[in-house]
């Protein structure tokens, strides 16, 4: 991949009447609209690591502006969490899967986000977990963002305290389990954004045991022009399609929308204006990195060829049954040489939380890991060159 400007690069040499120069003929005036300042109080007391001020604008690679923080986009892979033969999590393995990722080229990544590491982990192994990667990752170029929900708003707040501790680039947080308004979530996330100073994504749906309806695109309108940490969303609520129009009309106060679904539709959502994807795919990381640089430059052409790779490794699901986010990726994850086996914790019937763990190993046949195999060989045209160590 070719290299790219970092943030201090980015907010060095560019400035909004520079922006406006370089795009003018390309984007209507609208769109450079300067997203709401960060009051004076605020910056004064958020660390230099994370003043984001909304309304610094800058391009990428083909003209278009960004809002926002400018590391808070493209592809953020979820982490796969690894589990020992005794069924407790490889912290180890997990810090060794993050510095992958950022071996990879991704501009970030996210943990604990998908639901075997939120509903199946405990409070204690989450925030152990957290700090791990937070080790794992200083000095390192991707962006590590920790998810902070919770069943209630208690203890989001005890994750949120803990992220900020740990003073990571971001953060993220779904609706509260307990949550069954649009009001509940505004008081639950107002409340996050109370204790936070760096950019928060909020997902648009909740976990297996939430019950409660979506945020409605008004509400993120809404927090985000109250905060300026807000306005990144990862969407993939009902009707995700007229939701990421109108959260992306609503620019510069939304800065970021974010693909998810599994990563099936972030080519065609792309064209929407989404601009990056969430999903537990980190093992992929180096394949999502390059379909990324050729969606920011705009070469479409190259951009299906490398997407089409990775969308035969998804489709494998459909005749290797499995969970679709973990199931055979163990097995990509071991063959990267990252993971020791493929153990997973599950849920019990009708996708209850166990009381105690349940743990599966995942069984390939010969003729699943031979397809497994040819199918990742197609992808070495996209793939990082060398061994990570």
Known sequence: MK?????RDLLGTMTAGAVSAAAASVFPKAHFAMAQDVSPSASAQTPASAQTPASALNVNPAGRPIY?????RGPFPILSTPYREDGTVDFDVLARSAQFVDWCGSPG???PQSG?????LTMKEKLEGMEALADAMK????ALCLGVQGRNTEEMLIYARHAEKLDVPCIISRPPDDGKTQEDMRDYWRALAKVTNRPVILQTTGGTTYRGPAPSVELLIDLAKGSPWFGYVKEEA???WQRMKLLIEAKPAIKTVFSAWGGFAWLHQSRL????LITERAVYADLLAKIWDFMEREDRVKAADAFSRLLMMLNLKETIPCNQLRGFHLYVWMKRGIFKNMISREYGPKNAIPEKPILREMKLTDDAVAEIDSRFEALRPYLREGTFT
Do not use: Q, V
Request: aromatic share 6%.
């Open 273 to 276: 204006g989404t601009e990056g």
């Open 3 to 7: 290299k790219k400007f970092s943030r």
């Open 68 to 72: 926002g923080d400018p590391r808070i």
């Open 238 to 240: 009902a009707n995700t």
């Open 116 to 120: 075997d590491s939120l509903d199946l």
């Open 109 to 111: 990544m996210i943990w």
């Open 139 to 142: 000095g390192r170029k991707s």
